[in-house]
């Protein structure tokens, strides 16, 4: 019942974040990497867990069949006033990260940017990832981004932190998860992905990745692959 009211809570918040996001995330802040993987992809079914109002879809949407999903309806209204204005289509339902609405093995690629940060609890995070891998098929790669524990400021803080966002004189708390660079790529190996890359944003040009404001990560699904 107290995971179940966290979940609504979180809904609501997102709901209600979202004209205002709309305007303050115009376009993605990860616009380096997503061309670079809509590159490397080179064209497919493509599922965006979390997609907001859309900004990420932008990268893929000339040579890619697209899909989104995300828990705000609010948001998802939003991403088809975002897929008008930019002249693309994509297929959009309204469901969480550990529960998506597709069979198995459907997609070529999977991204989710700034979403697996939100989920509260490291088995629901470990359920969403279990869940990406299983609508992924077999060879297939997917990208997530997370917040990273270890940028400068949020040292003095503990892992669960909330952050607010000012809306019509109202301020609305975001939980966060703030995940390591092992932590997260130990999470996806029991999740039964095989990690190709854990990497800082493209915008972090110093030497050490480990004080990265985000942490990018890119996973594959081997068919020889066994989930522990």
């Keep these: 019942m107290k995971n179940n009211q966290k979940h609504e809570e979180a809904v609501d918040v997102f709901d209600q974040i979202a ?3 709309y305007g303050f995330r115009h376009r993605t802040i990860f616009r380096r990497e997503l061309e ?5 992809w080179q064209g497919g079914r493509l599922l965006n867990v979390g997609c907001a ?8 949407a000339a040579a890619f069949e697209l899909y989104g999903v995300d828990f705000s309806g609010e948001m998802l209204r939003f991403a088809l006033k975002y897929s008008d204005k930019f002249g693309f289509t994509t297929n959009l339902a309204l469901a969480d990260a550990a529960h998506l609405p597709f069979d198995d093995d459907m997609f070529d ?3 989710s940017v700034a979403v ?7 088995a629901n995070r470990m359920e969403a990832l279990r869940e990406l891998r ?3 098929k077999p060879g297939g790669e997917a990208f997530v981004t997370v917040w990273n524990r270890w940028q400068p400021r949020f040292w003095l803080r503990g892992r669960d932190v909330l952050m607010p966002w000012r809306t019509r004189g109202r301020t ?16 996806a190996r029991r999740a039964g992905f095989a990690v190709l890359r854990a990497y800082p944003e493209g915008s972090y040009h110093f030497p ?10 890119l996973v594959k699904k081997e068919d020889q692959y066994r989930v522990s």
């Design 109 to 111: 690629w999977v991204i």
């Design 36 to 40: 670079e993987l809509a590159r490397r």
């Design 134 to 136: 299983r609508v992924l």
């Design 116 to 122: 697996y940060h939100h989920i509260r609890e490291k």
């Design 53 to 60: 109002h859309g900004p990420d879809f932008i990268p893929f």
């Design 19 to 21: 004209p205002g996001w």
């Design 208 to 217: 050490l990745k480990l004080f990265s404001r985000n942490i990018c990560l």
């Design 172 to 187: 609305l708390n975001r939980y966060y998860h703030l995940f390591s660079y092992g932590e997260l790529t130990r999470l």
